[in-house]
Every structure is written in structure tokens, then in C-alpha cells.
């Protein structure tokens, strides 16, 4: 439990302040009554630094220590060792209510957490839109840089190589592998101008010949017919018996020899009709044996294949069909195997000769002709030929070679012009950079959505208590007319008469709020028994008709903390409060540091500007109305002259408060004091001088004004006046107010 702030320097208008012995010390109940700008709130940021463990931003180098019933000192420059405080004021309201702008259904973040949470689910929700935009603009951008390289490509390959070459089919799929080849260094592969015509020169030229076919050699040997025709030559025909006649004349016997077959099985001659004598053919079957038949017919075989063999020919090209530079040699080639091919053709007609002639002398043995075999010398000629036609084939084939070859170059030249014309390796790079961009892009949206889905949980788990929030604010309120509804996307949506609240009341946010606070402090993260609670003004922008509830609710629901602080500006709920002060604490003559459980205080301006705490005045415990208060400050200031500098401050708005209180209670217009001074005070320059006082000293605007301290005999003279004009109005009510407070 704190019994006192022992110390705080440079904490607003708290500017050294330190526990005076004479002051009683903190009770487990606290009641501290202040006018507006006298340093509650100001009092209350200092016990929520302790609650946040963090000096004010505002106030970095202030110095509050805290002293505790243990005699401890908590220091503000190490808060974590403090105990636990909870305090609820003007900065909690704004930390832990907001609404989600730009809806036409406002949605409602209550708690600190969850508005830390909301504020960075936005964030990254704009962060993933953002991101989304701009990977939506990059997917584009790499796109259109495609879409460019294969449009290029395709135009590339179509206007200089399919059609100028007359390439069919010749598409991208053949040029960009091209382009990947040359593109790490595109300069090799350029071909100078004239390097550029003779390739075209070469690949558009028609002078290709077609292929020749080989020579094969299918001759019939001369050397093997000679050999038989001499065998057959140099036979004799061996016979039983030989006719002289016909031996000795080759050509009877001929004419005989072809006869016998047309008189077998006849009488009579085919040649002259006469009989045939009866042993004739018996005769010539003596003179024609079979020796002799044979002969016949190895002569007729072997005399054939002579006649093939003449023949036997080779099928040569025409000197046309070959290149210009080797006709020449093929035509002496050929006019030399022609020449082979006629004396091999005169040396089997000689052959072919003496067969005839052996016909006729079957019975005589006759020498071969001499014959000059020109067969080697026909292979060699058609090798020679052949090793001509290769020599054409060879130059066909590399045609075709060095056709390709040239191809490959123009090729290569087009794509590696293209990679500089396109600017190739910078839009792969551009591309590339995308892709990383891209790749990183969408990392970045799945870490996102991540990091939303858990935030979204976190902020739908943070709406299960509504139910407990509207319970304290109908008890708030005092009905059911403003609740808390959780939307079917697990957010809080006001609710006011049974329809979604556009435009809530100051009251109406800070009794949101201050349920809230309840919930919190009720949330079991740590024990109310151990629990400071302070609260700052739980009714500043109520009306009246709340502060009963208002009262009600901190009773019931926070009396059991370890201790409590409460704050207010308004007499009528310091009153509400004072009630709860137990029987023997509210004995104004028994002295506060006898009481028990209860300390009573009050906060206010000093004659420096500077705020201070100091026990309640007897006059604020004696009396329940304000009115008095006021009555008996100016009363007593008056009695006591211009040594009473500790009131000069705040007189003013004593002045201002007590006449529009007796203005209101005298004179029941809604006019406003303005309107009432001609009658309160019937003298002009009296009620100016009244008028003039309150309006400037009780209207801080600035700075400077708020520090200005009223003269002295200015502030005596506006008071007499004041007390006059009450005495004046009725001097009985004017003697029973004096009878009151002196």
C-alpha cells in the first residue's frame, strides 16, 4: 500500500513537491478533490507511469518516488520494481478506445493491446495492399517485357531468316536458342559487312549438282571365254565312220547336218521327193556321232555367250552432270574406257569367228586366235571414273557443309544482333530483377497473411468479452440503451436503442472506456487484493443523472482492491464518495491522520502556478455543497486581508463559480452571469471591475495568463464588492451564509 508520493520534481505542474510531515499519509481509500487545471490528472500520469514501467514521454528527467507502508521508496528511473497499479484517466480513454475510420458502421477496439493490434492489423493490411499493388504492377512490367523479347524473337526470325533465306518452319523455337548462345558475348558473332554478303552469297547460290552413283563393273571375263574357245577349237571329233565327202566339204556337211533332223521317220527326200535309200540315214548316223553332237552344242553355248558378252556394256553420266572442273577428266576417262570397251568387243567378235569357222571343221583341230584381253585396263578406266564421281559426290556433300556452315553464321549474326538491337541481356536482367522482386513480393504477402490471420484471431478472441463490458454499463447507465454487440466478423459495433451508434457523447466514451477498465482490472492477470487502482474523474463528461451509478459501480466492483485512489472536479460526486467514508470518519473535528481507512485530499494551484497536496480544507468536509466552499474562500479572504496569498490563484474562478451560483439561485434566467450583472451590481464601474476580473483571471487561454497572479488589492476589492452585492440582494440570507462558515 503507498503512503505518500514522497517526492515529484519536473512532472508537470508538479514541479517539486514533497510530502509535508503535517500531511496524513495514504489510507486504502482515497479521496482527492481538485478544480479543473489543478494537477489531478496530471497526479494520476504519475502513478500510470509506475502501471506502464515507463517514464511520461512528455516529462523524461521528472523524479516521483513513491513511499510504501514498508517504509520502501519506489523511484520512477527503475518503475519495474514498483507494485502493481491500474490507473484509469483522459490517456486511458484515448489509448484503449477507438473506432475504425472511413466505415459507415463504426467498429469499436477497446484496449490498448487490441488498438496496438487493430493499428497493425491496418498497417499491414495497407502494407499487403500496397504490396499487392505493386506485384500485380511488376507481374505486368515482366509480362510486357516478355511479351516484347517474343514478339522480337518471332519478328526476328520471320524477316531475317524464314523469308529472306527461304527457311520453311524457321520460328522462334529455332532463333532464341541462338540468341542464349551469343548473348554472353554478341560481338564474336557479328559479321562485317562483306563477311555478311559472301555468306548470304554462298547460302542463296543454286550451283549444286545432284549425287552420281558408283560404277559397278559387270563385265564377262574375256580371258575365261577365250579359254573355252580355245578347248573347243582344238577338239577333234572322233566318228565309227567317216564320209569323205562330206569331211571335205565343210559346207555339204553342213547342209547335211542340218537335214537329218527333218527326214527322221520319212521316205522319201524333202529336198527332191526321190526315195530315200533304205541304209541312208543309218550312214550319216555313222558320220554324225555323238562325239560330234556334242561338239555342236558346246560350240553353240560357248558361241552365245560370246555374243552376250559383245554385248556387255557400262552405263556412263553425261560430262554435264559433273562440276565444270571435272569433265574434263571424266570425258578422257570415258573416251579411253570406250576405246577399251571396243577392242575387248573386236576381240570377242574374233572368238565369235573362229566358233563359226570350228562349226565346219569339227574333225579338224584348229588354233585360237590370238586376242588382246583388255579387261584390266577396263577396271583401272572405271576406277578411274569412280574416283571422279567421288571427287563430284565429295563436292555435292560439302556444298551442303559448307551451305550449313554459312547457315550457322548468319545465324549466329542475326542473334547477336538482336541482343544488342533489343537490349537482350538488360531486359533478362530487368526480368530477373523482377522475379526476385516478385518472388520476395509474395514471401512478403504469405508472412502477411499470416501475421493478419493472427491478429484477426487475437482481435476475435479480445471480443468475447462484451457480454461483461454491457453488464457494467447497464449498471453505468442505469438501463440497457448503449451496449456493446460483437458483428458477425467478431468486432465490437455500439449499439444505442437497438441501432448501430454513429456519434457517441464524451459521457458516452468515457463510460465505454471505464467499463472497460473494470474488465481489465477484473481480468484476473493479477489479484485485485494486490491491485492499486487510481481513477481520475470517472464522471467528466457525464451529467448528473449518472454519478449515483457512477459512485455505485466503483463501490461494488473495486472495493475490494488493495487501494484507491479517485479524483473529481465535481463536489457533487466528491459528496457520493464522502458517503462511503465510514461513520467515525466523517467527524470533522476528529483529526484525518486518526482515521483508518479513508484519506481525504486536495489538489490545487499555489500562488507560483505550481501544484500542490494538501489535506481537505474542514470546510469541504463540514459542508455537502460547493456553494459553501465557495461562500466561506471569499468570506475568509476578505477577513484575512492580503496576507492570504495562497488563494490569489485560483480567486478568480472562486469568484466566477460562487456569482454565477448565487446568480443562478437569485435571479433563475437562462441568461448567463453576463446578462445578470446589471442587477447583481448597481453600480457600473463595480460590476465592470467584477466583470473584467472574472472574465480575464478565470478564462486561462494561454500560457501566460494562467501563471499571471491577480493583484493583491485588485482581488480584495472585487471580493468586497462581490460580498456586498450578496448582503445587498438580502442581508438575512447574506448573515445566515456568514453564521455557516465563520
Known sequence: MIRRIQHIKSFGVFDDFQWPNSLPEFKQFNLIYGWNYSGKTTLSRAFRCFEQKQPHVDFAGAQVQLKDQDGAVHHLSVPHTAPVFRVFNSDFVSDNLSFEAGSATPVLVLGAEDIEKQEALKAKAAERKVLSLSIEANKRNREDRQSAIEKALRDYARDFIKNPLSVPNYDKTRFEPKVIECKFAPGKYLLGDDALAECLAVYRSTDKKPTLSTKVLALSPVADLTKKAASILARVVTSNIQISRLKENPAVEKWVKDGRPLHDGKDACQFCGQPLPADLMAHLAGHFSADYDDLMSELKSAANSIQVAQK??????????????????????????????????????????????????????????????????????????????????????????????????????????????????????????????????????????????????????????????????????????????????????????????????????????????????????????????????????????????????????????????????????????????????????????????????????????????????????????????LFSTLYHFEKNGADDFDNLLSLPNVVRRFMEAFGGIMIPLSTGLRGKMERLFSDPVERERVWKFINYYSHNTTITRSLTIPDTSECKAVVQACLKAVSEWNAQYYADLESEVG
Not at 553425261?318 to 574406257?337: G, I, M
Not at 533489343?422 to 509474395?442: D, S
Not at 468515457?510 to 467499463?515: D, K, M
Not at 449518472?546 to 473495486?558: E, G, S
Open 312 to 629: 556387255d556394256a557400262i552405263t556412263l553420266d553425261h560430262k554435264s552432270d559433273f562440276y565444270s572442273e571435272l569433265s574434263e577428266r571424266f570425258t578422257a576417262e570415258k573416251d579411253q574406257l570406250d576405246e577399251l570397251l571396243e577392242a575387248r568387243r573386236a576381240a570377242l567378235k574374233s572368238l565369235d569367228e573362229a566358233m563359226t569357222v570350228k562349226q565346219t571343221k569339227a574333225f579338224t583341230s584348229l588354233e585360237c586366235p590370238a586376242v588382246d584381253d583388255p579387261d584390266p585396263r577396263i577396271v583401272s578406266a572405271v576406277q578411274a571414273i569412280n574416283k571422279i564421281i567421288a571427287e563430284h559426290n565429295y563436292r555435292t556433300a560439302e556444298f551442303d557443309r559448307n551451305r550449313q556452315e554459312v547457315f550457322t553464321k548468319l545465324e549466329k549474326h542475326y542473334a547477336a544482333l538482336f541482343v544488342g538491337d533489343q537490349k537482350y541481356n538488360e531486359q533478362l536482367q530487368q526480368i530477373e530483377g523482377l522475379n526476385t522482386t516478385i518472388t520476395g513480393q509474395a514471401k512478403k504477402i504469405n508472412e502477411l497473411d499470416v501475421e493478419i490471420r493472427t491478429l484477426e484471431q487475437a482481435l476475435s478472441e479480445a471480443s468475447k468479452g462484451a457480454e461483461r463490458i454491457n453488464e457494467l454499463l447497464a449498471a453505468y447507465f442505469g438501463k440497457n440503451d448503449l451496449r456493446i454487440k460483437v458483428s458477425a466478423d467478431k468486432r465490437f459495433q455500439i449499439i444505442r436503442d437497438g441501432v448501430i451508434a454513429k456519434n457517441l457523447s464524451e459521457g458516452e466514451k468515457t463510460a465505454i472506456a471505464f467499463a472497460h477498465f473494470i474488465t481489465r482490472v477484473q481480468d484476473g492477470r493479477h489479484p485485485l487484493a494486490d491491485t492499486r487502482v487510481v481513477i481520475d474523474d470517472p464522471i467528466s463528461s457525464l451529467d448528473t443523472n449518472h454519478l449515483f451509478n457512477t459512485y455505485a459501480l466503483i463501490k461494488t466492483q473495486l472495493s475490494d482492491c488493495c487501494q484507491l485512489f479517485i479524483s473529481t472536479h465535481s463536489f457533487e460526486f466528491y459528496n457520493l464518495i464522502r458517503e462511503w467514508v465510514g461513520d467515525d470518519e466523517k467527524d470533522t473535528k476528529k483529526p484525518q491522520a486518526d482515521w483508518k481507512k479513508w484519506g481525504i485530499f486536495l489538489v490545487k494551484r499555489t500562488d507560483s502556478g505550481k501544484s500542490e497536496l494538501e489535506e481537505i480544507p474542514k470546510v469541504l468536509l463540514k459542508f455537502k455543497s460547493e456553494y459553501h466552499y
